[in-house]
C-alpha cells in the first residue's frame, strides 16, 4: 500500500445509473429449505465457518440452528436482540450484541453450543458510556473484530483481538457524523471506516502507512447515506451499499452498489443499478465472484463482481437478510419468520 495519502477523484454516477440490465434474470432457484423461527423477526443471520449451524438474533435474544434440520442447539440468554450476532473466531464462539441497559459494554463473546457466557468486551474509553446502535466488523482470519458506535462523534472505532480480547489500538473517525460503517480486510491488517463527506479511510493496522482515502460521489439531489462495508473475499475490493433516506418521493436519484478495486487508482465500479429502496445488506460470495444484497422491495439480487446484470430472487417479506454459506453452494435469506435457503446455482 501507498504511504501517501490517495484521493481518489469520484466522478459523478447519474449517468452510471443507467447501466442497469432491464434483462436481469428473475427466475427463483428453488429452496431447498424452509427454517422457521421461534423468535422472530431475525434482525442478523450468519453461518458457522464449517457451514454446519446458521445464528440469528430475535426479539428476545440470539438462537444457534443446526443448518440440516433447523433445530435449535443453543438459545443465549434473553435481553441480547440486536443486530450483531457472528461466529468469531470461530464455529465454537459466537460474538453478539452486550444488554443495551449494561454501561461500558459493547460486545458479549458465548461458547456456541453451550450458550455460556465467556467475556463482555469493556468500552474502554468511557465505563459509564451506553451504547446505541452498534456497529462492527471482524476479520476472516479471526485475528481481529472492531466495533463502535453508528454515527457517534467523538466515539473511536475500538479493536479488539481473540482469544483474550484486550483492547487494542483505537481510531477516531474524522469528520461531524462518526462512523457511519465498518470493514476489516480478510488479513485483519486494514479497517475501513465510512464518514462524513463521501468518504471512506482505509486504515492500516500493521505499519506505519498513511491511511488511504477513498471518494465518492452520489447523484445530484441523492439524500442517500453509505451504511454497508465489505471487503471481498481477497481483500483487494471494496463494496459499498446505501439505504435511501425519503423512499417516498419519487424521481430522487438513487445510487447503485459501488465497488472500488483496491489496486487500480479511480472511481468506483457502479454494480447491480439504482437501488429504489437502498441495499440493507451485503454478503460476498466465497469465491468474490459475486455480492448478494437485499434491496428493500421483496427481492435479493446477486450482482456480478465483474457487472452486468443481476440474478433477481424474489422473496415474500420487503426486509430480507442474505449471507452465503462458506462453500458458496447455499444462500440463506432471513426473512420475517423463517430463514430461506437457496441453491444459488439452480
Request: with cysteine; net charge negative; proline share 12%.
Amino acid at each position: 500500500m501507498t504511504k501517501a495519502i490517495i484521493f481518489r477523484h469520484a466522478q459523478p454516477l447519474a449517468g452510471a445509473l443507467l447501466l442497469f440490465c432491464s434483462l436481469a434474470s428473475s427466475a427463483r432457484p428453488a429452496v431447498a429449505a424452509d427454517i422457521s423461527l421461534s423468535d422472530p423477526p431475525a434482525w442478523d443471520v450468519n453461518w458457522s465457518p464449517d457451514g454446519k449451524n446458521l445464528a440469528y438474533c430475535g426479539t428476545q435474544s440470539c438462537h444457534v440452528l443446526n443448518e440440516a434440520t433447523g433445530k435449535t442447539i443453543t438459545n443465549l440468554p434473553d435481553g441480547l436482540a440486536g443486530q450483531i450476532i457472528h461466529f468469531f473466531p470461530g464455529a465454537e464462539t459466537l460474538v453478539t450484541d452486550a444488554p443495551g441497559n449494561i454501561p461500558g459494554q459493547v460486545l458479549t463473546v458465548w461458547e456456541a453450543k453451550s450458550g455460556k457466557l465467556q467475556t463482555a468486551l469493556p468500552w474502554p474509553h468511557d465505563p459509564h458510556f451506553r451504547f446505541g446502535e452498534r456497529i462492527a466488523a471482524f476479520s476472516a482470519n479471526g485475528a481481529r473484530l472492531a466495533v463502535t458506535q453508528l454515527q457517534a462523534p467523538g466515539q473511536p472505532a475500538q479493536l479488539y483481538m481473540p482469544p483474550a480480547y484486550k483492547p487494542g489500538p483505537a481510531f477516531m473517525p474524522p469528520g461531524k457524523l462518526g462512523a457511519l460503517a465498518l470493514a476489516l480486510s480478510p488479513d485483519g491488517n486494514t479497517l475501513a471506516m465510512a464518514v462524513d463527506n463521501g468518504r471512506i479511510i482505509l486504515q492500516p493496522l500493521d505499519s506505519a502507512t498513511s491511511p488511504v482515502v477513498l471518494h465518492y460521489q452520489l447523484p445530484p439531489g441523492s439524500v442517500a447515506v453509505l451504511t454497508q462495508l465489505a471487503f471481498n473475499p481477497d481483500g483487494n475490493a471494496l463494496a459499498a451499499s446505501f439505504s435511501s433516506v425519503g423512499n417516498g418521493s419519487p424521481g430522487w436519484p438513487r445510487p447503485p452498489l459501488l465497488l472500488w478495486h483496491l489496486a487500480q487508482p479511480g472511481p468506483p465500479q457502479p454494480l447491480c443499478g439504482a437501488q429504489p429502496s437502498g441495499a440493507s445488506r451485503l454478503s460476498w460470495r466465497p469465491d468474490g465472484d459475486s455480492i448478494a444484497i437485499a434491496n428493500g422491495e421483496g427481492a435479493v439480487e446477486i450482482c456480478p463482481a465483474g457487472g452486468g446484470a443481476p440474478r433477481i430472487i424474489h422473496v415474500p417479506d420487503g426486509w430480507a437478510i442474505p449471507a452465503f454459506s462458506p462453500d458458496g453452494q447455499q444462500l440463506a435469506v432471513a426473512i420475517d419468520s423463517e430463514i430461506l435457503l437457496f441453491k444459488p446455482d439452480t
